[in-house]
């Protein structure tokens, strides 16, 4: 089983940064994957970014390329997600995922482990 603990979220205007961080405990070696979700009042839960353990190279959304990064420190089994330019429509309770996954990393279903959220407001 793998725990997975976010923090970093909070308010932010337009144009404005937030680093989000997600700690990972337990069995790390069961995964390959570990992505950021989020999910907005009324919409589906969609993928941001993921990093595939060990791959170097980050996976993006086309609404945030140029804009977030994805990174992970191994030492500290943590996952991170640099934002910038943040925009209204970032608003969105954003999820640290982990799980065994495919060439897909965009599929929530394919995510075995979640984190509890952190909200992400981003006012005009």
């Known amino acids: 089983r793998v725990q997975l603990v976010e923090s970093g979220g909070g308010s932010v205007q337009a144009g404005g940064s937030l680093r989000l961080s997600c700690a990972a405990s337990?069995?790390?070696?069961?995964?390959?994957?570990l992505a950021w979700f989020r999910q907005a009042p009324g919409k589906e839960r969609e993928g941001v970014a993921a990093?595939?353990?060990?791959?170097?190279?980050?996976y993006y959304a086309d609404s945030v390329k140029g804009r977030f990064t994805i990174s992970e420190d191994n030492a500290k089994n943590t996952l991170y997600l640099q934002m910038n330019s943040l925009k209204p429509d970032d608003t969105a309770m954003y999820y640290c995922?982990?799980?065994?996954?495919?060439?897909?990393?965009?599929?929530?279903?394919?995510?075995?482990?979640w984190g509890q959220g952190t909200q992400v407001t981003v006012s005009s």
């Open positions: 995922a982990a799980g065994l996954v495919g060439p897909r990393w965009d599929v929530s279903a394919d995510f075995g482990y």
């Open positions: 337990g069995s790390i070696h069961s995964i390959n994957c």
């Open positions: 990093i595939y353990i060990g791959g170097g190279d980050g």
